[in-house]
């Protein structure tokens, strides 16, 4: 069984993931970092050859290659459920778990800090950008989700332990 964590960039789903494999013994992958291991060279470059499209066409390829019937817990990427096909695919593998804050607070973590590089991601879109393609997400991540957990605010053991719970009594319900 997997547990998916779907959400915005910098919602925590990477954070939560590791710490939810830390308390419960499954895998986490990132599926950021699986794509660009079997692509062997960085996200951003392979957004700059192959386009958003081209991303997602690898990281339908990687999720699809996962096993079926292992125990993972799978942070997604901010846009994974933009290709057809990948909620469907999520919610056939287990639960899928949204990872929710308010603009302000993933703007605040977005926002690159004084002397830092910023993420390719705000650099391509600005903050307006980033603004309008999270309006645009939240219904994607809404209809797909099983759960919803708050990320604005809880450290990510609290909200480990509270994922795990509302994942057990989902699965113990008939």
Same mark, same amino acid.
């Given at each position: 069984?997997?547990?998916?964590?779907?959400?915005?960039?910098?919602?925590?789903?990477?954070?939560?993931?590791?710490?939810?494999?830390?308390?419960?013994?499954?895998?986490?992958?990132?599926?950021?970092?699986?794509?660009?291991?079997?692509?062997?060279?960085?996200?951003?470059?392979?957004?700059?050859?192959?386009?958003?499209?081209?991303?997602?066409?690898?990281?339908?390829?990687?999720?699809?290659?996962?096993?079926?019937?292992?125990?993972?817990?799978?942070?997604?990427?901010?846009?994974?459920?933009? $290709? =057809?096909?990948? /909620? *469907?695919?999520?919610?056939? +593998?287990?639960?899928? &778990?949204?990872?929710? #804050? @308010?603009?302000?607070?993933?703007?605040?973590?977005?926002?690159?800090?004084?002397?830092?590089?910023?993420?390719?991601?705000?650099?391509?879109?600005?903050?307006?950008?980033?603004?309008?393609?999270?309006?645009?997400? $939240? =219904?994607?991540? /809404? *209809?797909?989700?099983?759960? +919803?957990?708050?990320? &604005?605010?809880?450290? #990510? @053991?609290?909200?480990?332990?509270?994922?795990?719970?509302?994942?057990?009594?989902?699965?113990?319900?008939?």
């Amino acid at each position: 069984m997997w547990i998916s964590l779907i959400g915005f960039n910098a919602s925590g789903k990477t954070t939560l993931a590791r710490e939810f494999a830390r308390i419960s013994g499954w895998r986490a992958v990132d599926l950021d970092r699986e794509v660009q291991r079997a692509a062997g060279r960085p996200v951003a470059e392979i957004f700059a050859a192959e386009g958003p499209d081209g991303f997602r066409e690898r990281e339908a390829a990687v999720l699809a290659a996962l096993p079926a019937d292992d125990w993972l817990v799978v942070a997604t990427g901010g846009g994974s459920l933009e $290709r =057809p096909g990948t /909620a *469907a695919l999520l919610s056939a +593998r287990g639960i899928v &778990a949204w990872l929710d #804050a @308010p603009w302000p607070v993933l703007r605040g973590r977005l926002e690159p800090p004084p002397n830092a590089a910023p993420r390719p991601v705000w650099t391509h879109l600005g903050e307006a950008g980033l603004a309008a393609l999270y309006v645009r997400r $939240r =219904p994607q991540y /809404a *209809a797909t989700a099983r759960l +919803r957990l708050d990320s &604005a605010r809880p450290e #990510a @053991p609290t909200l480990a332990r509270r994922l795990l719970g509302r994942a057990l009594q989902i699965e113990a319900a008939p």
